[in-house]
């Protein structure tokens, strides 16, 4: 049986991410050595061009470059170790500096080097800058999240848009983890559809407008596909409040 097997990092929002879990996702990663991995977006906080940030402290701190530095070392070690094909969402996070650029300094529109493909190191990295929708299997579709109407039931966001896409759906964005499965046809003849959330890496310590909880949940994705799309499985790993998981008998992140 061919086996192929994706990654999906949820939103980590760099520097709010919780390293020891990121630290064990990457770890598990090139213990699994997978076909694939999706970074589904919200990779990189980008506070500074924020909305929220106008015209306070945040915007004028100078912390942009540090949170791509820090995305930067993050990339730079997971292929120092696994070779296989890695493909990157923009998140409404990292399309903050657009929407930044654009409105506020339009004039630097055109520089190449402030270009999100470029900001986080794509071509330097061998990473793929993926659409919007991309299609990661027969019918399957990994997309941030940032099109779809949220609801505060972990699985029901990616659902509802997978039902108005007509795939099944991964997406991050919501930071809730959770998979729901639909059925679809008629006279005997049913598909199964879903839609799957992949919770977030973050650390809501570092988030202050959670007050440190959150109804989120700290996990990450698997795609399996078998014979090219013959049976498809969605799993989800989660950890624990200190970043921790197991899978396949071993223990990854946490203090580990």
């Known amino acids: 049986m061919n086996l192929k097997n994706y990654v999906i990092v949820p939103d980590m929002q760099i520097p709010f991410h919780d390293v020891e879990f990121v630290n064990g996702i990457m770890d598990y990663i090139v213990d699994l050595n997978p076909t694939g991995v999706v970074f589904i977006g919200d990779n990189v906080d980008c ?27 993050l990339v730079e070690n997971l292929r120092s170790k696994y070779q296989g094909w890695i493909g990157v969402h923009f998140g409404n996070h990292e399309k903050r500096v657009r929407s930044y650029i654009k409105t506020k300094a339009p004039a630097f529109n055109s520089l190449r080097e402030l270009r999100l493909e470029n900001l986080m190191s794509l071509e330097r990295y061998d990473l793929e800058g993926l659409p919007d929708h991309y299609d990661i299997a027969p019918g399957w579709v990994t997309h941030h999240g940032d099109f779809c109407s949220l609801s505060d039931i972990a699985g029901r966001s990616a659902s509802n848009y997978s039902s108005k896409i007509g795939k099944s759906v991964i997406i991050g964005h919501t930071h809730r983890a959770g998979i729901v499965p639909e059925s679809y046809g008629h006279d005997g003849v049913w598909y199964p559809r879903f839609g799957m959330e992949v919770g977030h890496a973050m650390d809501t310590s570092k988030a202050g407008y959670t007050n440190g909880v959150a109804n989120w949940q700290k996990a990450f994705g698997i795609l399996d596909v078998y014979n090219d799309g013959e049976f498809i499985q969605p799993r989800l790993i989660f950890a624990d409040i200190d970043g921790k998981f197991v899978d396949g008998g071993k223990v990854y992140g946490g203090n580990v």
């Open 47 to 73: 506070t500074a061009p924020s909305a929220w940030s106008k015209a306070t402290a945040d915007e004028f701190a100078g912390t942009l470059q540090n949170e791509f530095d820090i995305w930067d070392d």
